[in-house]
């Protein structure tokens, strides 16, 4: 009996579900057998039945309903994300009204205990009688209940309600998490099964053309001179037809696979995933109500009939069958298209060739082999790829299965997030293992096709055959001894696929148009659209770039005003707009340049002068990564080394497949800080556009974050070096604030510090700059650190230096604090009513009482009120000078002598 669909509402041991109790789907995937490893390279056919081994529970094989079989289709995708915004709007208004209860109840037993001390005040007067006992013993047993309800009110706030918005933590991340996977399983599919073939049959149509004309031509030739020559174009066109013939199969069985994988496999596994959440999440759900009742239950009879009501209506809450309902509603049978196959229309101008068969003769036989080389090698890494996620999948499941044994079953909330990561591990074995089969039946393919060679010869091209032994002795004396066409052609194959040696660095004289396009000035890489028309100036100006995510090179010209972009058209490796084609980018400008010809009739446009690059642009092979170093929101960071001079750099990274204006935000940091030059500011190298994925390179401060620095050498700081280290960041914010930017996210975390400890500011990813000095900001506060930001940004999005002075005052409390958290026990929200009823942070320890008066002027509620950072730095280095002289004197205060094991 299978019940993948219907996960019980309790952890128990996998021993009580085979007493008769069927398994949930995570216990049933992780208990499973795993796949015998004797067999590195299974064939294809042992591949599906691993494929539906793993899959097994997920798929719904009973008839029964499930997001696996009734929502793959784009309507059903719509229908969940809209489902999980229902979902999530719910959950919120649950989490309000329970709040709202706790308030009340708070609010009532404060009352009752009101009513307590007022009658208390007449107890005691009078002689004693039993309506005076009663009325005592009454009063009595109301501060009782006055007690009863505030621990009830304690109970469901730190039960039920903390429980809820966990939950809806984590469900807002599993909708995100599930939106990406989505999306990217969709672009994958449209690559490889849409425009990758697409782009194949284009090609396969052209050069079936070209092997016809050049036939014709080679039979039409009469003379042996011309015969020759087309002889030797019919066979080049020979060989290029065939071996894309073979791309093309490869790339239509890949696609098949794909196809196979994605709507059999990968698709139906993530949503039978997100239905197993989900309704992990509903039980989850239902045990937070369940609790909430039997906290706030009350013992009166028309408030038991009540609860009962609502308890029966919690009750009725059944995960298993808690979105039959919607699936009903909005389930439709996948959309499903049609399988790639072998168009056959494209042998019909060309060579009478198999379809779907790969072509083994004279002319491929080396690239075959090659080919099945390069395959093999990608086919080991893809199964080491498989083996280390299953093995990544196996761990997480043994961490889980000991997690939930020592986790009580109303605790189960706290285990939903390493759910999830095991659910998503499991689609990313899915997407391994559909790599990996794809690469195995192309391996397949191309083995089986040299087993039928066997050790022989290939086989030869049957329409030179003929005329290969037509050509006689006298023939081949006539022409000196050459060497028969054919073999040229086989050493040229042969010769693609030698070693590559490292050629001699090249000639210093190389005129300017020969030189390789990035080495250009007037190439500016993969330079934002939006980015061109604030460098032509004059009417004539262009620039050559990278159009973005299209992998093509556009022209952009300024004419009449307006900036024009048209895309350089590559065929035959020639380059044009109209007209004629040329061998190289270079050549192509440097024709228009001194012709002075338009670029196209319709247009007029003629170019006039080059815009150069900034000249802060490097290439990618100016630098030398190494290894990761960190992460950030746009990419990974590396370390690295320029080639020209070793300078130690780092090296932060934006991944490609962001859209367009997020690659606009992270190249301002790179902008802002192109116009500084400070010793407190992190110094920029250079920007990296020319191609994906996207550079911005800086100095490398090897002493890492500051705030970091301060957790783990805290204890060995001196007192002066604080000083100094919170001088050198004020000295920063004050250079800053003379250019009128705004930094919007000064922390110790965005500080870094050098070997010799010295403090440089950095992380301008939010930075702005104003005339005014003032920005004003839109949109939530999602990536906003509250705890950190001043009033009047949280509450207008009016960002300042001023705001940044408050900012700086929350820096100081983490530098004489040696890196504790601000506001340790209060939410963000909380934080920002302490600090609007005028609480501040309270006096470090061990904080000198000057810089503790510093940081109070820097949290004045009123922006004007705050001092300059020019005014900061100069009361620090008093603060730092007075300590210097104090130094070697006799402390009178008790926290200086606090701090006299720091000096």
């Known amino acids: 009996m299978r019940a993948g669909l219907r996960p019980s509402c309790r952890f128990v041991p996998m021993a009580a579900f085979q007493r008769g109790t069927p398994p949930p789907v995570w216990l049933q995937l992780r208990s499973a057998p795993q796949p015998p490893a004797s067999l590195p390279h299974p064939n294809f056919s042992s591949l599906c039945l691993t494929w539906r081994w793993a899959l097994s529970p997920l798929c719904p094989q009973d008839g029964t309903m499930g997001f696996s079989s009734e929502l793959c289709s784009p309507q059903g995708h719509g229908a969940v994300q809209q489902m999980q915004e229902a979902e999530l709007r719910l959950l919120e208004g649950m989490r309000k009204w329970m709040a709202q209860r706790v308030k009340s109840d708070r609010e009532y037993a404060g009352l009752l205990h009101h009513m307590s001390l007022q009658d208390g005040g007449g107890r005691g007067t009078g002689p004693s009688s039993p309506i005076s006992q009663s009325w005592a013993e009454i009063a009595s047993q109301t501060e009782s209940l006055s007690r009863l309800l505030r621990q009830h009110a304690e109970d469901l706030n730190s039960g039920p309600l903390s429980k809820l918005g966990l939950l809806i933590r984590e469900r807002q991340q599993l909708r995100k998490s599930y939106s990406e996977q989505w999306q990217q399983l969709q672009q994958e599919l449209t690559k490889t099964h849409n425009q990758d073939i697409e782009k194949l049959k284009s090609q396969y149509r052209a050069l079936a053309r070209d092997s016809a004309q050049a036939r014709r031509k080679y039979q039409e030739a009469s003379k042996d001179k011309d015969r020759d020559k087309a002889k030797d174009k019919y066979v080049r066109s020979l060989w290029k037809l065939f071996a894309h013939h073979n791309r093309y199969v490869l790339g239509v069985r890949a696609a098949q696979l794909h196809h196979h994988h994605h709507h059999q496999l990968m698709l139906p596994g993530l949503l039978q995933s997100l239905q197993d959440l989900h309704q992990e999440m509903a039980c989850i759900l239902k045990e937070i109500l369940q609790e909430y009742l039997e906290v706030s239950s009350l013992v009166q009879d028309e408030v038991v009939a009540v609860h009962l009501e609502m308890a029966a209506a919690v009750a009725r809450i059944q995960p298993e069958a808690e979105y039959q309902g919607f699936l009903r509603q909005y389930g439709s049978a996948p959309d499903v298209p049609p399988c790639v196959t072998f168009d056959e229309s494209l042998l019909e101008e060309g060579e009478p060739l198999e379809p779907g068969e790969l072509q083994l003769n004279e002319l491929t036989v080396e690239s075959v082999q090659h080919t099945l080389t390069s395959v093999t090698d990608e086919l080991a890494v893809a199964t080491e790829t498989v083996l280390g996620r299953q093995e990544a999948v196996a761990q997480l499941q043994r961490e889980l299965r000991n997690e939930e044994q020592i986790t009580h079953p109303r605790e189960r909330v706290q285990l939903l997030a390493k759910k999830q990561v095991l659910h998503e591990a499991l689609q990313g074995l899915q997407v391994a293992l559909c790599s990996q089969a794809k690469l195995q039946a192309q391996q397949e393919l191309l083995q089986a096709k040299l087993e039928q060679l066997g050790p022989g010869e290939p086989p030869p091209v049957l329409l030179l055959q003929d005329d290969r032994h037509s050509t006689s002795s006298s023939e081949q004396e006539r022409e000196g001894g050459r060497t028969p066409t054919l073999e040229i052609l086989k050493s040229h194959i042969s010769g693609i696929f030698r070693p590559k040696f490292s050629l001699p660095p090249p000639l210093q004289l190389v005129p ?139 090296v932060k990274s934006c991944r490609e497949t962001l859209p367009p204006d997020i690659k606009a935000k992270f190249l301002q940091e790179a902008k802002i800080l192109k116009q500084y030059s400070h010793p407190n500011i992190v110094r920029l190298i250079g920007v990296c556009t020319q191609k994906q994925p996207i550079y911005i390179v800086m100095e490398l401060v090897q002493g890492g974050d500051f705030l970091t620095f301060l957790r783990t050498e805290g204890a060995r700081l001196r007192m002066k070096t604080l000083l100094q280290m919170v001088g050198d960041a004020a000295a920063g914010m004050e250079y800053l604030e003379s250019k009128c930017c705004i930094h919007r996210d000064l922390a110790a975390r965005n500080c870094l510090v050098t070997e010799k400890n010295v403090l440089k500011i950095s992380d301008f990813g939010m930075s702005r700059e104003e005339a005014d000095g003032i920005y004003a900001a839109s949109g939530g506060l999602r990536q906003v650190p509250v705890k950190w930001t001043a009033p009047e940004a949280l509450n207008y999005g009016r960002y300042s230096s001023e705001s940044d002075v408050w900012s700086f005052g929350i820096l100081l409390w983490e530098t004489f604090s040696l890196g504790a958290p601000p506001y340790p026990n209060l939410s963000n929200q909380q934080t920002r009513e302490f600090v609007e009823k005028g609480g501040r942070l309270p006096c470090p320890e061990l904080c000198p009482d000057a810089v503790f008066r510093l940081m109070e002027q820097c949290w004045a509620y009123e922006p004007g009120e705050r001092p300059s950072f020019s005014a900061i730095y100069q009361e620090l280095q008093s603060i730092r000078k007075r300590h210097r002289n104090q130094a070697s004197g006799t402390y009178s205060s008790s926290k200086s002598q606090r701090w006299e094991f720091l000096t």
């Open 512 to 650: 300017e148009v020969q030189k390789p396009l990035h080495e250009q000035l007037w190439y500016h890489g993969a330079l934002p659209r939006a980015e061109v028309a604030e460098l032509l100036t004059h009417s004539g100006d262009f620039l050559v770039r990278e159009s973005q995510g299209k992998q093509e090179y556009v022209l952009s010209v300024l004419w009449d005003g307006q900036p024009r972009h048209f895309i350089i058209q590559s065929a035959d490796n020639l380059y044009r707009l109209e007209g004629d084609g040329f061998a190289s980018i270079p050549l192509l400008i440097d024709h228009l340049l001194r012709s002075q010809q338009p670029l196209t009739k319709k247009s007029g446009i003629i170019l006039n002068r080059a815009v150069p690059k900034d000249k802060w642009v490097l290439n990618h092979e100016d630098l030398v990564l190494g290894e990761q170093i960190g992460r950030g929101n746009f990419g990974e960071v590396f370390s690295g080394r320029l080639r020209a001079d070793n300078t130690l750099v780092a």
